[in-house]
């Protein structure tokens, strides 16, 4: 599979994933999906704690809240006071351990984010200067923002950190504030404000049902996951259709790897685990592992990309009650066919499958990593250009050839011309105003993933 040959000025308009594929190049219709705005980080929330990656946790998983002490609801930190925040619909300060870890001009002062100071005149009325940071003067408890209480010693208010769960002694309980853990494989309910997404904790992994609350909210509705398979640790990678009053989930199971299918006839809350597996590695390519599923319904059939072995390729099912039957032995989509010796070199790993139905086409949107950047010259020292996950398209109208996005990536985040941030694992819906993708993005190393991000396509649906 040849890639088109494009001017050598177009290299550097598709840095930032901003490059539209030719109209004439069916079926590319400008819906937004190869031209994208700045990214913003989804908050996800699991009770009243949100759930931070690993990579950027910084210790400070709870406070000491006063008994009876009351919060306000909030959208946004405009809604907030003072150094409170909007953290999962309440405002509350931001708890902090070490210095480091506050945003914009903030300072971590006393275990929360506050205003630098030197001297009481640099803070509000109303606050004092304590160890560099401002801190309301009280009287009671009353007087504090929300997760701060009155020190009786110095009148001024303070944060008690607490481990999960942890104790604070008498007049104030533990509330969660992060919940450490690695999110993968977002997937959305058609246009409906219901998404899941796979919860890596200690190892684990398990499959979690989120409302949107707000395009960059998503709550987990219940602390157990939504589908329990016996004896097994690994299962996420969600891919959800609706028929009717039927959700079907399909899922990666581990032990053995395999996906399976549950069917939920109440909105998605509890689920029907299928005795038998959708599908199991045989295929050579496939080194004994599937995963990834992504279900679509395309011209009167269900199909199934799913990825095989550790980003080994795409291939692709056909489902028929409930059990899957490979259209070909050998992937549709490999680490070669995706390579390109301008725009995307050394491509080393291709999966993550997400399908879309747009008209009479199919959209594959997958992950790979492979090199998109430049080699640099520094003091005379050369410096290779970084390999990265970034995100592709490929289409196909026959589901027997695919032609892929002629500009390498279809969205990636440049850091400078020869390294770029990580991004993989998408999926995408198109809207009125064009097409919205939900990512899991990860540091420029690829090595450690930092959360889930929106972003939105400019222009209108075709």
């Not at 990579?55 to 306000?72: E, I, M, N």
């Not at 150094?83 to 903030?106: A, H, K, M």
């Not at 058609?190 to 960059?216: C, H, M, T, W």
């Not at 011309?417 to 993708?437: H, I, K, N, Q």
């Amino acid at each position: 599979m040849n890639r088109a040959a494009l001017c050598f000025f177009a290299v550097f308009a598709s840095a930032c994933g901003l490059v539209h594929g030719d109209e004439a190049l069916a079926p590319f219709p400008s819906d937004g999906i190869g031209a994208f705005e700045e990214a913003s980080p989804i908050e996800v929330c699991l009770g009243t704690a949100r759930v931070i990656a690993p990579a950027v946790a910084t210790g400070a998983t709870a406070l000491c809240v006063p008994t009876g002490q009351k919060s306000r609801l909030c959208a946004a930190n405009a809604d907030c006071t003072g150094i409170e925040r909007c953290i999962c619909g309440r405002c509350i300060v931001e708890p902090c351990q070490g210095g480091t870890t506050c945003s914009g001009d903030e300072v971590c002062r006393g275990k929360r984010c506050t205003r630098g100071c030197g001297i009481d005149a640099d803070c509000n009325a109303g606050e004092r200067c304590i160890s560099g940071g401002c801190a309301r003067s009280c009287k009671t408890n009353t007087d504090c923002h929300y997760g701060e209480r009155c020190d009786a010693l110095d009148d001024v208010c303070v944060v008690s950190l607490c481990g999960s769960g942890g104790s604070c002694g008498s007049g104030s309980v533990c509330e969660p504030m992060a919940d450490i853990g690695e999110l993968h494989e977002p997937n959305l309910l058609g246009d409906e404000s219901i998404g899941f997404v796979e919860l890596k904790r200690n190892g684990d992994r398990a499959i979690y049902r989120a409302s949107l609350e707000a395009p960059q909210v998503w709550r987990i509705e219940s602390m157990h996951p939504v589908i329990d398979v016996p004896g097994e640790t690994l299962v996420g990678a969600p891919s959800v259709i609706r028929r009717d009053n039927v959700i079907e989930l399909y899922a990666a199971a581990g032990n053995p790897s395999r996906i399976v299918r549950a069917r939920s006839n109440d909105d998605g809350v509890t689920y029907v685990l299928d005795t038998d597996p959708v599908l199991v590695a045989i295929e050579p390519w496939e080194n004994g592992s599937v995963g990834s599923p992504s279900v679509f319904d395309f011209q009167g059939a269900t199909y199934m990309f799913y990825e095989g072995g550790a980003r080994a390729g795409i291939g692709l099912a056909k489902i028929t009650e409930g059990r899957a039957e490979r259209i070909a032995k050998n992937p549709i989509l490999s680490p070669q066919s995706v390579q390109d010796p301008i725009f995307w070199r050394q491509v080393t790993h291709v999966g993550a499958p997400h399908a879309m139905v747009v008209d009479d086409s199919v959209r594959l949107i997958f992950t790979a990593r492979g090199v998109e950047g430049f080699s640099a010259t520094t003091s005379g020292e050369s410096l290779s250009a970084e390999p990265n996950d970034s995100i592709g398209l490929a289409t196909s109208t026959d589901l027997k050839t695919f032609t892929l996005f002629p500009a390498g990536p279809v969205y990636a985040r440049l850091v400078n011309l020869r390294a770029y941030l990580g991004e993989g694992e998408a999926t995408v819906r198109l809207l009125p105003s064009g097409a919205e993708m939900v990512f899991v993005s990860s540091d420029a190393s690829g090595e450690a993933s930092t959360g889930l991000m929106r972003v939105l396509g400019r222009g209108g649906v075709n």
